[in-house]
Structures are given as structure tokens and as C-alpha cells.
């Protein structure tokens, strides 16, 4: 298959993408529900994270006046009581995450393991196609927070410091806590990632290719790219794009574009960038570029490579 640059910027009748895909308001059939329910829970959980993130309230006056006075017990106290629920809430997004995982395996079993070709799946299958596209969503929703939120990284790794400071003074603390040391250590590794939830999917994507051999690779690469093809279909057809109920359903196309094509450069062997005569840097992946700057230098595999035409990268990277 093509690299996916050139199927975004290719002509929309011979695409064979030209469909309206319902992100708005469509329904699971009877073959479709099993999946779409256990789907549907978890994306109703990642809407209430979402919420809980915008209204973060990091312990940041109380963890200072600690380190000021180290020696003050009382503020030692106060900061760790306020860090503790903190952490509590990070733990709970950090297994979100991979309910998220699973949630993207469940998908691509029905949408990238079928003989039909990917146009079809994804116009048969709607309802896990639009929930496929809220998974990528919500991963750069999540992630755009996190990112802005530096109090995240602060909490978390002062309390790191207080639970690695209690397990060498043998305090009682570390050992009942909800989130131990050694958990500590695994949720670092995630929130360490600029772009966490991201680093998730692709992690997860890749996992499904190799885990499932029978399955050519150009099913879910299709599957990808035809997504992103749809979208771009729908943001350029006046009357598909007429049938939003909402401007943010553009905005959501356009984050689901960006979530695609990060995921098609981890699975595929050369990545979304490789360089072809047919490459056009069209007005559409122009559009695309604030929401993809912030994310390309952390969360793209193949974007730094040489065969990556000189003026995607200047497009498309960080200056």
C-alpha cells in the first residue's frame, strides 16, 4: 500500500473513501453490540477522567512549604495528605489506560480481521468506527491536558520521593498505600511520555500486529488510512460537512486524523512520511499542523527519518 501522505492528498472520487461516516449519531446493529457495549463503558469512564483532568488542582503550596521546612512535621503532614488523593487519581488514569488498550484491540478485531476491504467494514460498522474514532479522541484530548499540566509530573514525584524516603526509614506509610513503590515505578514510566495515552495506542497497535500474524499488516494499515481518508472526505465535501450538528464535530475529524496517522507510522514498516513523487502538501494537512506540532516530536517513529521529505518535516516539526 501506498504511504499514507499520498492518500490523504489523492483525488476524492478515486479514494473510494467517498462516504458520510456518523460521528454524531450512529447506532450499533445486532452484529456490532457485543463490542460496542464493552466499548461504551469505557469511553463513558474516559469522559468522567477527562472532566476530573480539566479541573486539576495540583499540591503545589503545600509540597513547597515542605521543602522549605523540612523539619516542620506539621508541613510534612499537610503535603502528604494533599498529595495522596492526588496520586489516587493518577493511578486511576494510569489503569485507564489500559482499559483504553483493550478497548482499541476489541475494535480492530472487528474493523482490520475481515476479508472485506476497509471502505466497507467502516461503512458496515459505524458505531465502532465512531467509537474508534472517540478512542483517538480522547487519547489527544488527554494527552493536550497532561501536557499542560506540569503540576502532574510535580505531585508525582514528590510523592515518589516521600514513599522512597519511608521505605528506607522502614515507615509504615509506604506499605499501605494505595499506590506502592513498585507501582510508583510503572506509573512513572507512563507519565514520564510527553504524550502518554498516545504512547498507549501505539504501543497497543503495534502489540495487535505482532500478535496477530494471520492477520495480514495491510489490514490495519488500510483500516488507518482509509479512516483518515473519511475524514478528510467529510472536513472537504460541503454537503457532508453541512450535516454537522456542531463545529466541534470538525475539530474531532481533524484530532482523529492526526491520532491515525501517529498510529499508521508505528505500524507501518516505513512509516506515514515516506517519501514519493505523488506527495502534495495540501491545504487540508496544513489544517492539521497545530494539532499535530505538538505532538510530532514525541509520538512519531518515522517523522526524523531521512526518506521524510524536507518540506513535511519543516511543515509538521516543532521549529
Not at 8 to 14: K, Y
Not at 215 to 234: I, Q, Y
Not at 253 to 263: F, Q, S, T
Request: charged share 20%; aromatic share 8%; glycine share 2%.
Amino acid at each position: 500500500m501506498g504511504n499514507l501522505i499520498k492518500v490523504l492528498t489523492r483525488d476524492l472520487d478515486s479514494s473510494g473513501c467517498n462516504f458520510f461516516l456518523d460521528f454524531e449519531n450512529a447506532q450499533p446493529s445486532d452484529m456490532e453490540r457485543a463490542t460496542w457495549e464493552k466499548v461504551k463503558l469505557v469511553l463513558a469512564e474516559g469522559q468522567l477522567v477527562l472532566e476530573e483532568l480539566q479541573m486539576y488542582r495540583g499540591a503545589g503550596e503545600e509540597i513547597r512549604q515542605a521543602i522549605q521546612r523540612p523539619t516542620v512535621e506539621r508541613l510534612q503532614q499537610r503535603a502528604w495528605a494533599a498529595v495522596v488523593p492526588i496520586v489516587s487519581k493518577l493511578h486511576t488514569y494510569y489503569e485507564f489506560s489500559q482499559k483504553l488498550d483493550s478497548c482499541l484491540c476489541y475494535l480492530l478485531e472487528e474493523l482490520a480481521c475481515s476479508e472485506a476491504p476497509p471502505t466497507q467494514q467502516l461503512e458496515q460498522k459505524q458505531a465502532l468506527a465512531q467509537q474508534f474514532a472517540h478512542i483517538l479522541h480522547f487519547t489527544l484530548r488527554f494527552d493536550e491536558l497532561k501536557m499542560t499540566t506540569p503540576a502532574i509530573q510535580n505531585d508525582f514525584s514528590y510523592y515518589r520521593r516521600t514513599i522512597s524516603r519511608m521505605k528506607i526509614n522502614k515507615l509504615s506509610g509506604e506499605s499501605s498505600n494505595e499506590v506502592n513503590n513498585e507501582l510508583a515505578n510503572r506509573m512513572s514510566l507512563f507519565y514520564a511520555s510527553a504524550t502518554p495515552m498516545l504512547k498507549t495506542l501505539s504501543d497497543a497497535i503495534t502489540k495487535f500486529v505482532s500478535d496477530n500474524p494471520d492477520v495480514p499488516l495491510e489490514n490495519t494499515t488500510d483500516c488507518l488510512s482509509t479512516m483518515a481518508s473519511v475524514c478528510k472526505v467529510m472536513l472537504e465535501t460541503p454537503e457532508y460537512r453541512s450535516r454537522f450538528s456542531s463545529e466541534e464535530t470538525v475539530l474531532f475529524c481533524l484530532r482523529v486524523m492526526v491520532g491515525v496517522i501517529i498510529l499508521y507510522d508505528h505500524v507501518h514498516p516505513h512509516g506515514a512520511f515516506v517519501k514519493t513523487p505523488f506527495i502534495y502538501v495540501s491545504p487540508s494537512l496544513n489544517t492539521l499542523t497545530p494539532l499535530f506540532c505538538c505532538r510530532s516530536r514525541y509520538t512519531t517513529k518515522h517523522l526524523n527519518d531521512e526518506s521524510t521529505p524536507k518540506q513535511v518535516k519543516n511543515m509538521l516539526l516543532p521549529n
